[in-house]
C-alpha cells in the first residue's frame, strides 16, 4: 500500500543519487559502502590520464623519436616524407611530403583503438571517468543507462576489426626489437639497455594482444566439438589462461611502450648514452 512517500511505481526515483526505480530499495543513502571503494576508480583514471597526456605530448612533438638503433613505438612504422631516417626500422614512404604534421598520428590511431574499444579498458574508464558504476554496489550517478546501444559507445563493436590491425602493428614491432640487436653503424652484434627495453615491451605487446577476448573468441569460437579441433582447442586453452590475467597485461604493456618511448626520448635527446653490454 502507496504512503504517500513512496514515488509512483511507472516514475523513476532518484533519492540519494544514481539509477534508482520504484523496484529498488528505498535507500536514502547513495550506497552502503564503508571502504574505501573510490580508491580503485580514482587510480585507473589518474594512470589512464597520465598515459594519455605523456602519449598525446610524444605524438605531437615529432622529435627525438630514434636514436640508432632505436625507433620510439610510437612513430613505427613511419610512413610519412618526413620522418628522420630510420634504416634501422620499416619506413615506407606512403603519405608524401603532404603529411606535414607528426608521422607519429597516421599510426597511433590502431593501437590506441586497440585500447580503447578494449572489454578491460572499457571497464576501466567507465568507472574511474564516468561513474559507470564507479564500484560494485555504488549506484551510478546518471538518471538512465544505455549501455553500448547509442552513439558514440556502439562504436565499440568494432573492438574485433581492430584487434586484427593490431596484430600487423605489432609484427612490425617485432621486427624493430630485433634490429634492436644492430648497433648505429647497422652491425649485427649490438645488445644494449635499450635492447632489454624493447625485448620486455614486445613481450608484453604481444601477450596483451593475444589475451584479447577478441583473439580467445577467434581461435575458438564457433566449435560445437572441441574433441574434433584438438589443435584449435590447445590454442584456445592457451590463450584462455593469458585472458585470465588480461587486466594486468594490459597494464604492463602500457606501461612497458611508454617507457620504451621514453627510453628512446631520452638517448635521442642526449640525456644519457645507451649502456651497452657488448
Known amino acids: 500500500m502507496a504512503t504517500g512517500t513512496e514515488p509512483p511505481a511507472t516514475e523513476p526515483h532518484r533519492r540519494g543519487g544514481g539509477v534508482r526505480t520504484a523496484t529498488r530499495a528505498a535507500i536514502s543513502a547513495p550506497h552502503l559502502r564503508t571502504d574505501r571503494w573510490w580508491l580503485a576508480p580514482a587510480a585507473t583514471a589518474a ?23 632505436y625507433v620510439s613505438p610510437f612513430y613505427s612504422p613511419c610512413l610519412a616524407e618526413n620522418c628522420e631516417p630510420m634504416k634501422a626500422g620499416p619506413n615506407w614512404d ?6 606535414g ?10 593501437p590506441l583503438g586497440f585500447r580503447l574499444t578494449c572489454y578491460y579498458y572499457r571497464k576501466a574508464y567507465y568507472r574511474g571517468f564516468w561513474a559507470s558504476p ?13 549501455g553500448e546501444t547509442r552513439f558514440p559507445l556502439i562504436l565499440q563493436n568494432i573492438h574485433r576489426y581492430f584487434f586484427y590491425a593490431a596484430l600487423p602493428v605489432a609484427g612490425i614491432l617485432t621486427y624493430d ?8 653503424h647497422y652491425a649485427w ?29 577467434t581461435v575458438g ?4 566439438h572441441f574433441s574434433k579441433h584438438p589443435v584449435r582447442y590447445r590454442m584456445w586453452q592457451w590463450v584462455g589462461r593469458l585472458n585470465a590475467r ?6 604492463a604493456s602500457l606501461l612497458s611502450v611508454a617507457l620504451a618511448d621514453l627510453y628512446v626520448y631520452l638517448v635521442a635527446s642526449g640525456a644519457f648514452d645507451d649502456p651497452r653490454f657488448f
Open 221 to 224: 569460437g564457433k566449435l560445437k
Open 134 to 146: 564507479p564500484a560494485c554496489a555504488v549506484a551510478e550517478p546518471h538518471g538512465r543507462y544505455t
Open 47 to 69: 594512470g589512464l590520464l597520465a598515459f594519455v597526456v605523456y602519449s598525446t605530448w610524444r605524438a605531437f612533438a615529432n622529435a627525438d623519436y630514434y636514436a640508432a638503433p
Open 101 to 110: 604534421i607528426s608521422p607519429a598520428i597516421i599510426i597511433l590511431i590502431f
Open 177 to 184: 626489437t630485433v634490429l634492436a640487436f644492430r648497433d648505429e
Open 246 to 251: 588480461h587486466m594486468q597485461l594490459a597494464w
Open 94 to 99: 606512403l603519405f608524401g611530403s603532404w603529411w
Open 189 to 217: 652484434g649490438h645488445m644494449g639497455l635499450g635492447t632489454l627495453v624493447f625485448l620486455v615491451n614486445i613481450v608484453l605487446i604481444w601477450a596483451y594482444t593475444l589475451s584479447c577476448h577478441s583473439c580467445r573468441h
